[in-house]
């Protein structure tokens, strides 16, 4: 397992066959110690990052309205938890060729205060080339938009690492024109995290959710979609 091509292609030939949507690794030693809240010597230890998404259903997301539904609540538990399942499976997998291998829970909030969970999934997708940060303030994936659930799982396993891509929002606005709080602003860096924050915590509140979700601006980022019976699988390209 010295090759870092050949390490790749195996961790994404089981994480397809695994049900996953999305495929990417990013090189750690650009992010800062305090991006993470992890202990420094685990940061050290273990300098790359295996970022995996899974597509959401787009059926499901066209439900949404002007509030998400219980049919979005109970399906972004369960890709939650299936994601959590395919890190505990790469992690194992890693640790028993001898590897370390830490997956970081795909929805865990660490620091209340700040809403912080141990890393960002969606910096380190990004980094891993698997899109860029949106005016919505997530991930948005060229095929699937914004419709994506994400994990990492972090590893010492040599891995041929992909590039950020050099892509924007462009033109598009969807997401602006629909977010009840008026959180998205045209400039990415202008989105006001206490808006969405309190919107989150009037529909979980109204609606009786135990997680703090909305999904409007999910559902208006598609991204560039796929044919009828093309695969949706999408690993991003090394340079």
């Keep these: 397992m010295t090759n870092p091509k050949e390490n790749v292609e195996k961790i994404t030939?089981?994480?397809?066959?695994?049900?996953?949507?999305?495929?990417?690794?990013a090189d750690l030693r650009p992010f800062k110690k305090e991006d993470f809240l992890l202990l420094p010597a685990s940061m050290d230890r273990l300098p790359f990052a295996v970022s995996v998404g899974f597509h959401l259903s787009d059926a499901?997301?066209?439900?949404?309205?002007?509030?998400?539904?219980?049919?979005?609540?109970?399906?972004?538990?369960?890709?939650?938890?299936?994601?959590?399942?395919?890190g505990l499976r790469v992690s194992s997998t890693l640790q028993d060729l001898g590897y370390k291998a830490l997956p970081i829970p795909a929805s865990q909030i660490v620091d209340w205060k700040n809403q912080r969970g141990h890393l960002s999934h969606k910096h380190v997708a990004r980094a891993a080339g698997l899109g860029w940060i949106g005016r919505n303030n997530l991930l948005v994936n060229e095929k699937f938009?914004?419709?994506?659930?994400?994990?990492?799982?972090?590893?010492?396993?040599p891995l041929e690492v992909n590039s950020p891509l050099a892509k924007d929002c462009g033109s598009c606005?969807?997401?602006?024109?629909?977010?009840?709080?008026?959180?998205?602003?045209e400039k990415q860096g202008d989105f006001d995290h206490s808006?969405?924050?309190?919107?989150?915590?009037?529909?979980?509140?109204?609606?009786?959710?135990?997680?703090?979700?909305?999904?409007?601006?999910?559902k208006a980022c598609r991204g560039k979609g796929r044919r009828k019976g093309q695969s949706a699988w999408s690993i991003a390209h090394s340079e």
Aim: glycine share 6%; proline share 3%; charged share 20%.
């Design 60 to 86: 499901i997301l066209e439900e949404i309205d002007r509030q998400p539904t219980p049919l979005y609540f109970h399906h972004y538990q369960r890709v939650n938890i299936f994601l959590d399942t395919i």
């Design 145 to 157: 938009g914004s419709r994506i659930r994400l994990v990492t799982i972090l590893t010492d396993l």
């Design 13 to 25: 030939s089981l994480c397809r066959e695994w049900g996953a949507s999305l495929f990417g690794v």
């Design 195 to 218: 808006l969405c924050y309190e919107q989150l915590r009037v529909f979980s509140k109204t609606l009786h959710f135990s997680h703090h979700i909305c999904g409007i601006c999910v």
């Design 173 to 185: 606005r969807a997401c602006m024109k629909v977010c009840p709080a008026g959180a998205i602003k």
